[in-house]
């Protein structure tokens, strides 16, 4: 296989010139990469808001910021790093840039509407934004909103959920188009058992995002209308009920938890293989357990409220369930090594990244069951110790598998290698500083250190230190990563039609792909 | 809108995108529909004596506007197979025309109330409990967001008038005018069931 003389997507003329053939590209491949930078931006602001909070608890006491500013902090980190790049992230950026040609389909079902998911995500992205630069206080409710907190609060919570609200419209529409593109575009002989474990996972996720994201919008929408029209659905002063509001809120983002880590799985079912040089093991498992975890992963949402006042049986039964989906999970973690199993394994950046993943998911997903034991979760509620795991599930899972999935398929994207050693380097600096920056918060938790404040008592003091050090060297990895990519994406060595030897369709065309991907539709046997 | 290469047309594909955007739709009210269960679980008399307060007489003739502009919407989808142009865009601006009756009644409808002070956050309702104000707080924001999804079928449907007379949409061509359809019934049954929550159950 050699590179294709068709000029490739990135050097393709189309109607309009310089940054307007881009965001009015219909092209997949420009939409998924007009996600990349876009997401990017947003976790430099979100990563130096948390490096922000991180040095707030350096020492106790007050440090850099008021408890007030530490708490619009939190606030923006949280609204930042949900919405705006975690639950988008990997389907937005690889799913668009990749489902079309790993299953062998010249672009996406609705490519029209797959832009204007990319506006809605702008446009929702600047709306959430500009509560920072209104007049008043920015948002300081955390990113849940809890009632009766959210519309009591002075701060402009407003501009904060309806760009929200915006956002769930964009995801919304890129699962509808997901599910879509997959019933109807395979290429010929790729029945649904044939497809690549990327696709299937999205495939599940785009469900999820279909099915939750609505609840959420309407519950933001109601919060709207206390805010504004003055309707208590969630207010106990009018009649309302606040922990009503907490159900709806959970039912959406629980589920969102799934939105976030199954496209993650699916990077990890790909990088794993390629780099074990042997199939995955287990191939319907990992179907099944993907589907299994989108719909178990709809009835587990009671367990954020263990202490918010339910009924005893509602608790067994949220508790239960949680335990339920992690095995699923846990099948996969099975699979995973199991395809490592006798393989031979070649030690490249993306598997560096893939085996760490599967270290911190390990780590979050038992974290996970130790707080979906209702005894232990009402000690360790509200505390860092929640904290800690959901950073290693959210930021070590999707994170992880992210930057896997970037050094995997940065070579089809660009065309061109990056530099390896700066990679590694910058791969085991990040993993190193993640490590020291939650690790001591497990311990902090355990010994009562609630979340969400700016100040402990001097006990802590010592773990906040090695954890506040942490995110600096985190900082720095991520630093050395950035400025790798950005480099080789302009003067990288060119890369090959397939550097790692991966089975799947995005290796069999040219690095960068041409406009529509294949010269010929592929045909599968 | 960079390049016309994608002008490929699959009509199942098509349809199940609406499906899909039809589920999400159905699971938006969903949550309203909790909050609406919750609320009258809870304030079960002071819902049953507001309910009381609404124009069954209102209600009743929305509802078979809304049932006859269903019916005029599938009819038209039979008619553009049929290769009946004309007959399709008068069936279409009838659905269009029942749709704006039922926007004026719901006006006057809305209008009444406020002249009685009904509306959220007024003084008369706040002398009444909290149950009577949860009741109209919610049929305003319910009736109202269905209110606006009538609107936006109508543009839906307008859209779909003006491509039927260009000959966009034909008898090979149609599955435009079947998603306009597909919406439409969705805000027919939504209301539906907002009907009896609101009006019948007294």
């Known amino acids: 296989m050699s590179n294709s003389n068709l000029p490739n997507y990135l050097e393709y003329k189309g109607k309009y010139k310089g940054i307007f053939a881009w965001i009015f590209s219909t092209d997949h491949k420009k939409i998924g990469l007009l996600y990349l930078y876009s997401i990017m931006s947003f976790f430099i602001v979100g990563a130096i808001l948390g490096l922000l909070m991180k040095l707030e608890l350096i020492a106790p006491g007050k440090t850099i910021m008021e408890a007030k500013s530490y708490n619009a902090v939190f606030t923006m980190h949280g609204i930042t790093m949900i919405f705006l790049i975690v639950v988008p992230g990997i389907p937005a950026i690889f799913g668009n840039f990749f489902l079309p040609i790993l299953i062998g389909a010249k672009d996406v079902f609705y490519p029209k509407l797959n832009l204007l998911s990319w506006w809605l995500y702008i446009i929702g992205a600047a709306i959430a934004l500009s509560s920072q630069f209104m007049n008043g206080a920015s948002p300081d409710t955390g990113w849940t909103f809890y009632a009766p907190y959210s519309f009591r609060t002075q701060s402009n919570v407003l501009p904060a959920l309806i760009g929200a609200f915006v956002l769930g419209f964009s995801s919304i529409l890129t699962g509808l188009n997901f599910i879509v593109t997959m019933h109807r575009m395979r290429a010929p002989g790729m029945g649904w058992f044939k497809m690549p474990l990327f696709p299937w996972t999205l495939y599940g996720t785009a469900w999820i995002q279909l099915l939750a994201t609505p609840v959420i919008g309407i519950t933001l929408l109601m919060v709207v209308a206390e805010r504004v029209l003055n309707i208590g659905f969630f207010d106990p002063a009018l009649g309302g009920d606040p922990v009503l509001y907490q159900h709806l809120f959970w039912i959406y983002s629980h589920p969102a938890v799934y939105i976030m880590i199954l496209p993650a799985m699916g990077v990890i079912s790909e990088v794993i293989p390629t780099f074990a040089k042997k199939e995955i093991f287990g191939y319907n498992a990992i179907v099944i357990s993907t589907l299994l975890i989108a719909f178990v992963g709809y009835f587990v949402w009671g367990h954020h409220m263990f202490t918010a006042g339910m009924s005893e049986t509602s608790l067994f039964a949220f508790s239960f369930l949680t335990f339920l989906v992690a095995i699923p999970s846990a099948i996969k973690i099975f699979n995973w090594l199991a395809t490592l199993y006798k393989g031979s394994i070649v030690l490249k950046t993306p598997m560096y990244w893939a085996v760490s993943f599967l270290f911190v998911f390990m780590i979050g997903g038992l974290s996970g069951l130790v707080l979906g034991a209702m005894a232990i979760n009402v000690h360790l509620h509200d505390t860092a110790f929640v904290v800690s795991h959901f950073h290693f599930i959210v930021f070590g899972g999707v994170g992880f598998a992210f930057f896997a999935g970037i050094h995997y398929w940065f070579p089809k994207i660009y065309g061109k290698m990056y530099d390896a050693w700066w990679a590694d380097t910058g791969w085991i600096v990040f993993f190193f500083g993640f490590l020291l920056l939650y690790t001591p918060m497990f311990y902090l938790g355990i010994a009562g250190m609630p979340r969400r404040y700016y100040d402990y008592v001097p006990e802590f003091h010592f773990a906040n230190i090695l954890s506040s050090f942490g995110a600096f060297i985190m900082i720095a990895g991520l630093v050395i990563i950035i400025i790798n990519l950005f480099r080789s994406a302009k003067n990288g060595e060119k890369a090959e039609v397939s550097p790692w030897g991966g089975q799947t369709l995005e290796w069999t065309i040219s690095s960068p792909p041409i406009l529509e991907n294949f010269e010929e539709i592929p045909e599968i046997k | ?202």
């Open chain 2, 1 to 202: 809108m960079e390049q016309d290469t994608h002008d490929h047309y699959d009509h199942e594909g098509s349809k199940l995108g609406m499906w899909l955007f039809i589920f999400t739709e159905l699971l938006f009210f969903g949550g309203l529909f909790i909050v609406y269960g919750v609320s009258r679980y809870k304030n079960g008399i002071a819902f049953s004596m507001s309910a009381e307060e609404l124009d069954v007489t209102i209600g009743t003739v929305n509802t078979i506007i809304l049932l006859i502009s269903s019916a005029t919407i599938a009819m038209s989808i039979s008619s553009i197979q049929m290769k009946k142009a004309k007959l399709t865009i008068a069936l279409l601006s009838v659905t269009l025309i029942l749709g704006i009756i039922f926007l004026i009644n719901k006006y006057f409808e809305w209008g009444a109330k406020i002249d009685h002070g009904l509306y959220p956050g007024s003084d008369v309702l706040q002398q009444f409990g909290n149950g009577e104000t949860l009741f109209f707080g919610l049929y305003y924001f319910m009736t109202g967001l269905h209110a606006l999804h009538i609107i936006i079928g109508m543009i839906f449907i307008a859209v779909m008038i003006v491509k039927v007379r260009n000959g966009k949409i034909h008898a090979d061509r149609f599955v435009q005018l079947e998603n306009a359809g597909l919406y439409w019934h969705l805000v027919d049954i939504i209301w539906i069931f907002l009907f009896p929550l609101f009006y019948l159950i007294a």
